[in-house]
């Protein structure tokens, strides 16, 4: 088991930037893939980005291509999510997510463990 915690949200201008932490407890994240998905309100959870277990990123580029960086520092045990060029269409409530699995997994069902989500409003 892992439990993830999600910090880093708050709001921010259109154009801004926030980074995204996730920390893990329980077990050491370089043993899982880990993603970031979000959810605005009335909406489907969205896939942001991925980085594989064993090296490698995936992003939903239509909406976050080069704006968003995933990251992990597998000695803070600690996931990352840097956001830059905000707009107000990125409002949503973000989540970490891990798994043991090491493929390129973009479905919110992928994935075995979430984190409580963090709130990220972006205002106009």
């Known amino acids: 088991q892992v439990q993830l915690v999600e910090s880093g949200g708050g709001l921010v201008q259109a154009g801004g930037s926030l980074r995204l932490s996730c920390t893990a407890s329980g077990r050491t994240l370089s043993t899982y893939t880990l993603a970031w998905f979000r959810q605005a309100p009335g909406k489907e959870r969205e896939f942001v980005a991925q980085i594989r277990r064993l090296g490698g990123w995936t992003y939903n580029t239509d909406s976050v291509k080069g704006r968003f960086t995933i990251s992990r520092d597998n000695a803070k045990n600690t996931l990352y999510l840097q956001m830059n060029s905000l707009k107000p269409e990125d409002t949503a409530v973000y989540y970490c997510?891990?798994?043991?699995?090491?493929?390129?997994?973009?479905?919110?069902?992928?994935?075995?463990?979430w984190g409580q989500g963090t709130q990220v409003t972006v205002s106009s």
């Open positions: 997510a891990a798994t043991g699995r090491d493929d390129v997994l973009r479905l919110t069902s992928d994935y075995y463990y």
